[in-house]
C-alpha cells in the first residue's frame, strides 16, 4: 500500500508541475530576443497537418519550448552553476580557461580538408581576379593556449594559415598570427567575448602595414579611451551565468578624424562609434553600429585611395585604425548582403585595394559569394 501512494503521489505531483510550467507558458507572452544571449528566439510554429506528418513541427516546437520555458535563464545560470562547482572545463561549446578567460571551442574534426579546400578556392579566385591582400585572424584559443585547459582539443589555425599563405602567395598575404603570438601577454583577446580587442587588433593593423607597405600611424596605445568597463560579451552568453565583468577600449585618436559613415545606404552619421550600444548587452556593437551590410567611409583624406573590405566582425575595431590611408573606406559583410559580390565590387573597388579580413574560424564557416 505504502509503495503504492508513493507512486501515486510522485505522478501526482510531476503532473502538478508540468500543469503549472504549462499554464504559466501559456499565460505569458513569447519573448522576441534574449538580452543575455543576444539573440532571436523561437516563436511558436504554425501548425499543420503537413509540418506534423513531416516531423518539422515537432521539432520546431520543440526548439520553441526550449527557448520560451519559463524563468529559462535562471535554469541555465543553475546548470552552469552547477557544472563549475564539479569542475567541468567546457560548457555550451565554451572552454572555461585559466585567469578568467572564457575560449570558444573549435574542434578538429568541425574543419575538414574538404571545407578548407572550398574555401580556398574561392578566396584564391577572389586574390586573382582583384588583386586582394588576405587577412585572416586567429582566434583566441589558437594565441592563449596557456589559457587553455590541459590537453584540451583545439583546430590549429597555424597549420590552415600556411595552407593560405601558399595557397595566395605571401605578397597577398598579411602574417597576422605571428604579430598576435608576440604580444601574447597582452590583453589582446576579450576574457568573456570572442573578439579581439582594439589592442590586439592594433597588432594587427601594424601587420597590415608592414605587408601594404604602409607608415602606421602613431597611435598612443597608452593613452585609449574606455568605453565601458561593465562588458560581458558572447562567451558569458553561451554559459549564461555571471562572470568578471571586464573594459572596452578604443583608439581616441580616430574620433579626431572626420568622416561621413553611411549605412546600407541609408543612415548617415558623422562618427565610426555608436554609443547607444554601450547600454544594451551587446556593447561590442559600440564599433561601427555592430553588423550591417554595406557601410561606405568617406574620410576627407587627399590620398587618394580607396579601400574595399570584405570583413566579419572582427574588422569593426580595426578599420578605424585605417582612416589616414584612404580617401574612402567600403565595407562588405557577406552575412548580410543578399546580391553578387563582383558587381559591388566593380562599383566600388575599381583601381583600389581589396581587402578580406575575418577571423579564422568565420571564414571557414561564412565566407561564400555568387
Request: glycine fraction near 6%.
Amino acid at each position: 500500500m505504502g509503495e503504492k501512494w508513493n507512486a501515486a503521489f510522485t505522478v501526482i505531483l510531476l503532473s502538478a508541475v508540468i500543469l503549472i510550467f504549462t499554464a504559466a507558458d501559456f499565460a505569458r507572452e513569447d519573448r522576441t530576443f534574449s538580452e543575455t544571449e543576444n539573440r532571436v528566439l523561437a516563436s511558436r510554429p504554425k501548425f499543420s497537418a503537413e509540418a506534423l506528418l513531416k516531423g518539422s513541427y515537432t521539432e520546431d516546437y520543440e526548439t520553441y519550448v526550449t527557448d520560451q520555458f519559463v524563468g529559462r535563464d535562471r535554469w541555465i545560470d543553475l546548470k552552469t552553476r552547477l557544472e563549475l562547482f564539479f569542475l567541468k572545463r567546457e560548457i555550451g561549446g565554451v572552454y572555461l580557461g585559466k585567469d578568467g578567460y572564457l575560449l570558444e571551442q573549435h574542434l578538429p574534426e568541425q574543419y575538414s580538408e574538404e571545407t578548407v579546400e572550398k574555401k580556398l578556392v574561392l578566396l584564391d579566385k577572389l586574390v586573382n581576379d582583384w588583386n586582394a591582400r588576405v587577412m585572416l585572424v586567429p582566434t583566441a584559443d589558437n594565441i592563449l593556449t596557456d589559457k587553455m585547459p590541459a590537453n584540451a582539443p583545439y583546430f590549429r589555425q597555424d597549420t590552415f594559415l600556411e595552407q593560405v599563405r601558399e595557397r595566395v602567395g605571401s605578397q597577398h598575404y598579411v602574417d597576422v598570427f605571428s604579430a598576435l603570438e608576440a604580444h601574447r601577454d597582452q590583453e589582446i583577446y576579450y576574457r568573456t567575448d570572442h573578439h579581439w580587442t582594439s589592442l590586439g587588433a592594433y597588432y594587427g593593423y601594424l601587420a597590415w602595414a608592414e605587408a601594404a607597405g604602409e607608415q602606421p600611424w602613431n597611435y598612443d596605445t597608452g593613452a585609449m579611451k574606455l568605453a565601458s568597463d561593465d562588458f560581458q560579451g558572447t562567451l558569458q552568453a553561451k554559459i549564461n551565468t555571471e562572470w568578471e565583468r571586464e573594459s572596452i577600449y578604443y583608439f581616441g585618436e580616430t574620433e579626431e578624424m572626420p568622416v561621413k559613415v553611411t549605412y546600407d545606404l541609408r543612415n548617415t552619421t558623422d562618427t565610426l562609434y555608436e554609443a547607444g550600444h554601450l547600454e544594451t548587452k551587446n556593447k561590442y556593437g559600440f564599433f561601427l553600429d555592430d553588423n550591417h551590410a554595406l557601410v561606405e567611409i568617406e574620410t576627407g583624406n587627399s590620398t587618394g585611395k580607396t579601400l574595399f573590405v570584405i570583413k566579419d566582425s572582427y574588422a569593426n575595431c580595426l578599420v578605424p585604425l585605417l582612416l589616414p590611408h584612404y580617401d574612402r573606406i567600403c565595407l562588405l559583410d557577406l552575412r548580410y548582403y543578399n546580391g553578387r559580390l563582383y558587381p559591388l565590387l566593380e562599383q566600388y573597388a575599381a583601381g583600389g585595394d581589396v581587402l578580406v579580413l575575418y577571423n579564422c574560424i568565420h571564414f571557414l564557416e561564412d565566407f561564400v559569394y555568387i
